[in-house]
Nanobody, 115 residues
Framework: VQLQASGGGLVQAGGSLRLSCAAS????????MGWFRQAPGKEREFVAA????????YLADSVKGRFTISRDNAKNTMYLQMNNLKPEDTAVYYC?????????WGQGTLVTVSS
């Protein structure tokens, strides 16, 4: 399984970015896909998740109303649309794919929000 994250960068507070996670290596219909982030000196934390089959979504309270998670089944790609970014959103963002038995991580993509 490969998860390739992209889309990070430097943005001013109030701006937007869209992260992508291209998944390959297996069928993901039974997976829950998600985004986690890790800020300097802090533990990795949950940001958002989506069930590949059905599309149910889950968001951390800190990003509700600002972030949207979605997926494109045909492209095997998951997205995180991030609007109204805040300096506290600065972190390395990781994509994740998991079932009860499996847990896969992609490499991170750095998001830096300047004030």
């Amino acid at each position: 399984v490969q998860l390739q994250a992209s889309g990070g960068g430097l943005v001013q507070a109030g701006g937007s970015l869209r992260l992508s996670c291209a998944a390959s290596g297996r069928t993901f219909s039974s997976y829950t896909m998600g985004w986690f982030r890790q800020a300097p000196g802090k533990e990795r934390e949950f940001v958002a998740a989506i069930r590949w089959s059905g599309g149910s979504t889950y968001l951390a309270d800190s990003v509700k109303g600002r972030f949207t998670i979605s997926r494109d089944n045909a492209k095997n790609t998951m997205y995180l649309q991030m609007n109204n970014l805040k300096p506290e959103d600065t972190a390395v963002y990781y994509c994740n794919a998991q079932t009860i038995r499996n847990n896969y991580w992609g490499q991170g993509t750095l998001v830096t929000v300047s004030s």
